[in-house]
């Protein structure tokens, strides 16, 4: 049925406290989903589960977990798993350090890779056999447009974010079958706490003033502004929703039409 309707359909939410993953939670509730909110920070997510709509009787509730421990997350979420079927998993967190690929040490490589690739590897795996028994899953990954056109200044990003693409690729090949969409979104610049540690980094970096910085990277992008949190939020729960049914394998920059290429 081609509807954005999310009723009784509940949603794992990553790296949910603020930014993108809580306007994701928020958009995915206004729909009717229920949301299991996940993160590090307790009283965030008590905080975050109190901003999601429930007028039509949606569950929320949360999870702690930390995603530099990929052991710990699937503990986490297998227990939860045992007695819940998720349909919708979101899988975002915190990005990797700013700083230039010459720069960055190996062990930073390996950190991004278990929190962004390992984690959302455990994620899909421990709940894609009841997606399967449901015929209905979305699995949808927040990356970054440096998937398409690598990003001045974010070197291990850069690096590990075009390795979740392909891994995103070849999972969304191995699950359509069974009713499961594998999609990606790239945010561009969005206003949260991640844009403005890249902002504040390169300041201190570089002695050039914010202000300045932010005029340089409107003028890269066509609408000459940031986004905001739900304008990405919007995308996610489109693909989420059953309307997105064939869409799969995708990944769509959501940055004002900043990459530049086709
Ligand atoms: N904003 C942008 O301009 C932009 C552009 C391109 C790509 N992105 C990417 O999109 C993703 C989300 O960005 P955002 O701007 O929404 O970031 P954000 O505002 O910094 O929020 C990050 C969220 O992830 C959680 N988190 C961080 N580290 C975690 C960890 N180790 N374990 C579990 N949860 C963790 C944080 O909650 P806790 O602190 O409570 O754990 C928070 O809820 C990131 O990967 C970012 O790099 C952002």
């Given at each position: 049925?081609?509807?954005?309707?999310l009723?009784g359909k509940t949603a794992l939410?990553?790296?949910?406290?603020?930014?993108?993953?809580?306007?994701?939670?928020?958009?995915l509730?206004?729909?009717?989903a229920n949301?299991i909110?996940?993160?590090?920070?307790?009283?965030?997510?008590?905080?975050?589960?109190?901003?999601?709509?429930?007028?039509?009787?949606?569950?929320?509730?949360?999870?702690?977990?930390?995603?530099?421990?990929?052991?710990?997350?699937?503990?986490?979420?297998?227990?939860?798993?045992?007695?819940h079927t998720i349909h919708i998993l979101?899988?975002?967190?915190?990005?990797?350090?700013?700083?230039?690929?010459?720069?960055?040490?190996?062990?930073?490589?390996?950190?991004?890779?278990?929190?962004?690739?390992?984690?959302?590897?455990?994620?899909?795996?421990?709940l894609?056999?009841k997606m399967k028994e449901a015929g209905y899953g979305r699995i949808?990954?927040?990356?970054?447009?440096?998937?398409?056109?690598?990003?001045?200044?974010?070197?291990?990003?850069?690096?590990?974010?075009?390795?979740?693409?392909?891994?995103?690729?070849?999972?969304?090949?191995?699950?359509?079958?069974?009713g499961i969409?594998?999609?990606?979104?790239?945010?561009?610049?969005?206003?949260?706490?991640?844009?403005?540690?890249?902002?504040?980094?390169?300041?201190?970096?570089?002695?050039?003033?914010?202000?300045?910085?932010?005029?340089?990277?409107?003028?890269?992008?066509?609408?000459?502004?940031?986004?905001?949190?739900?304008?990405?939020?919007?995308?996610?729960?489109?693909?989420a929703s059953p309307?997105?049914?064939?869409?799969?394998?995708?990944?769509?920059?959501?940055?004002?039409?900043?990459?530049?290429?086709?």
């Amino acid at each position: 049925m081609l509807t954005l309707d999310l009723t009784g359909k509940t949603a794992l939410v990553a790296g949910s406290t603020q930014g993108i993953g809580l306007a994701s939670a928020k958009e995915l509730a206004d729909l009717g989903a229920n949301c299991i909110l996940i993160a590090r920070n307790e009283q965030a997510l008590q905080e975050a589960v109190k901003t999601l709509d429930a007028s039509k009787g949606q569950q929320h509730s949360y999870l702690v977990a930390d995603f530099s421990n990929p052991a710990q997350v699937q503990e986490v979420v297998a227990s939860y798993a045992q007695q819940h079927t998720i349909h919708i998993l979101i899988n975002n967190s915190g990005g990797p350090a700013a700083g230039p690929i010459v720069d960055a040490k190996p062990e930073a490589f390996i950190a991004a890779f278990q929190q962004h690739l390992i984690c959302n590897h455990m994620l899909v795996t421990t709940l894609l056999p009841k997606m399967k028994e449901a015929g209905y899953g979305r699995i949808i990954n927040v990356i970054s447009t440096s998937v398409k056109v690598p990003l001045k200044g974010l070197g291990v990003s850069n690096t590990i974010r075009g390795a979740v693409a392909s891994w995103a690729k070849t999972m969304a090949n191995e699950v359509a079958s069974f009713g499961i969409t594998v999609n990606n979104v790239l945010p561009g610049a969005t206003s949260t706490g991640r844009l403005e540690a890249i902002i504040n980094n390169k300041a201190s970096k570089t002695g050039i003033a914010q202000d300045e910085i932010e005029k340089e990277m409107l003028e890269e992008i066509p609408a000459r502004r940031f986004g905001r949190p739900e304008e990405i939020a919007g995308v996610i729960a489109f693909l989420a929703s059953p309307a997105a049914a064939y869409v799969n394998g995708t990944s769509t920059p959501v940055d004002g039409g900043r990459t530049g290429s086709i």
